[in-house]
C-alpha cells in the first residue's frame, strides 16, 4: 500500500488517512497477506521512533519510510517519487500495489508497472 499513513495513530488527519490506517489494519490481521506501507510520514510515537527500513510495528505492517523528495516534485512530473517508489517496489516484488490517495501516490503506482 502507497500513501499518506498516520504518522501518529492518536493524531489522523482526514479521511484518506483514517480510510488507510483502518484497512491496513484489517488487511494486517489477514494470513494470506504480507502487507508492507510506503509512507513519507514518519512515526512520531516513542515506540517507532528507532524504526528502520523495512521495520515491522504492531498489527504485523512493514513500513517502508520513503525519503523526503525535493522541493517542486509535483512540478517535475513526480520523477523523483516514481524512482523512489519502482526502487522500493523492484525489491519487494508485490502481487499487488494500492494507491489511498486519487494524487501522485495513484499517479506513480499507475506508472509503476
Known amino acids: 500500500m502507497v500513501g ?6 492518536g493524531r489522523v488527519h ?10 491496513a489494519r484489517a488487511l494486517a490481521r ?8 510506503l509512507t513519507f510520514n514518519r512515526p512520531r510515537s516513542a515506540s517507532q521512533q528507532s524504526g528502520t527500513q523495512g ?4 498489527d504485523c505492517i ?3 519510510w520513503l525519503p523526503p523528495l525535493p522541493r517542486f516534485e509535483r512540478l517535475r512530473g513526480h520523477r523523483g517519487y516514481q524512482a523512489v517508489l519502482n526502487e522500493q517496489l523492484d525489491r519487494l516484488r ?3 500495489v494500492h494507491a489511498q490517495e486519487a494524487s ?3 499517479f506513480v503506482a499507475l506508472h509503476s508497472g
Open 4 to 9: 499518506s499513513y498516520p504518522a501518529d495513530l
Open 14 to 23: 482526514g479521511g484518506v488517512q483514517a480510510a488507510f490506517s483502518c484497512l
Open 30 to 37: 489477514r494470513d494470506d497477506i504480507d502487507l508492507h506501507v
Open 55 to 58: 521495520e515491522t510495528f504492531g
Open 62 to 64: 512493514t513500513f517502508h
Open 94 to 96: 508485490p502481487d499487488v
Open 104 to 106: 501522485a501516490d495513484a
